[in-house]
């Protein structure tokens, strides 16, 4: 049996910090809307609106739906950077794929001048000195580099992540910059739940541009950050054990309409290579459990997408016998 996405966030959690899944804390936790490798493998549907994904935090970020640009939550608003360099303040009703929030909380702080990337990097290790925790960090002031990126959206089929990045990243050279620097640093987690190291995105002080960084040279800035024990993990499955008894051929399906986005039952006899009555059969078994949820469209056929239930990575019955045997 391969690990699930629920029984992935949970284990986690054990394996990085001893930390119980079940004493999951609201107050210093980390948000994040679908694991890494969905995204990396080119999962660049939405499964949320932004205003479900940042309910959790008011300091993050990630993409929007279709990867369509780098996104940038600063005191709760979510900017949107296009592959043009432009930022633009996002509605809440947008969809996204990927998200990481949280909430600085009593922020440790240190002045940072004239540093380079290692630099800033090991003063956020000093002020924090636990590499099993997630760092939530902000650089804040005048940068004398930055290299930043962005991305044009993109259309199915998708490519995997590096690929899209080898090919249509934008990249934008800003000397000097003046603006604030906001990501997180985590633990070298399971790579499947997670993407370790320092990963920070950018955005001016006039709120006109911006981006994933790539670069940075700081000027004169202050560096803050927080730190989070707990990571939830919102997953667009219901539960894990749900997760751990899905029959391996429901999981492709789960899989098809996380990477593609709505299909319809055709689409998916197709994409999948089965009969329309399996694949009738199959959605249906996912709708019985509150997994999909119909899309119906005037005058077309009707569409499938997976249902968005959020919830912390809590370990109960079977999966917590699993996890004390990890």
């Known amino acids: 049996m391969g690990i699930d996405a629920g ?5 986690t959690l054990r394996r990085s910090t001893g930390l119980d899944p079940r004493d999951c804390s609201t107050e210093v936790t980390t948000h994040q809307l679908q694991l890494a490798h969905v995204l990396l493998d080119g999962g660049y549907e939405g499964v949320a609106t932004l205003e479900e994904a940042i309910a959790g935090g008011d300091h993050g970020l990630g993409t929007v739906e279709h990867l369509d640009g780098e ?13 043009q360099g432009t930022a633009e303040l996002m ?32 003063a956020i290790e000093s002020l924090v000195d636990d ?4 760092i939530s960090v902000r650089i804040e002031g005048e940068f004398s580099h930055t290299l930043l990126r962005s991305m044009p959206a993109q259309t199915p089929p998708y490519r995997p992540y590096i690929q899209v990045c080898e090919t249509d990243e934008v990249r934008f050279t800003y000397d000097p910059f ?3 620097l906001i990501g997180f640093r985590f633990p070298d987690l399971d790579p499947a739940s997670a ?10 002080h006039e709120r006109t541009t911006g981006g994933h960084v790539h670069e940075m040279r700081i000027k004169d800035a202050v560096l803050s950050v927080g730190v989070s024990r707990d990571i939830v993990m919102h997953l667009p499955e219901r539960t894990m054990t749900d997760l751990l008894e899905t029959p391996r051929h429901i999981r492709s399906l789960q899989r098809l309409l996380l990477r593609t986005g709505p299909q319809s039952i055709s689409e998916v006899a197709k994409a999948l290579q089965i009969s329309a009555k399996q694949a009738r059969d199959d959605i ?3 709708f019985d ?38």
Request: charged letters at 15%.
């Open 7 to 11: 029984l992935v966030a949970a284990a």
């Open 131 to 134: 590499p099993g925790a997630v």
């Open 284 to 286: 249906g078994w996912l």
């Open 71 to 83: 996104l940038i939550v600063v005191e709760g608003q979510p900017w949107r950077v296009n592959w």
């Open 91 to 122: 509605p809440g009703k947008t969809r996204t794929p990927f998200v990481i929030v949280s909430t600085l909380q009593s922020p440790r702080t240190l002045r940072l001048q004239d540093a380079t990337w290692d630099q800033a990097a090991l």
């Open 289 to 326: 459990r509150g997994f999909v949820t119909e899309i119906e469209q005037a005058g077309t056929e009707p569409r499938w997408q997976p249902t968005m239930h959020t919830h912390a990575a809590k370990a109960t019955g079977a999966i917590a016998d699993i996890l004390d045997a990890l």
């Open 178 to 180: 003046d603006g604030v």
């Open 195 to 204: 993407i370790p190291g320092l990963h920070l995105h950018a955005l001016n």
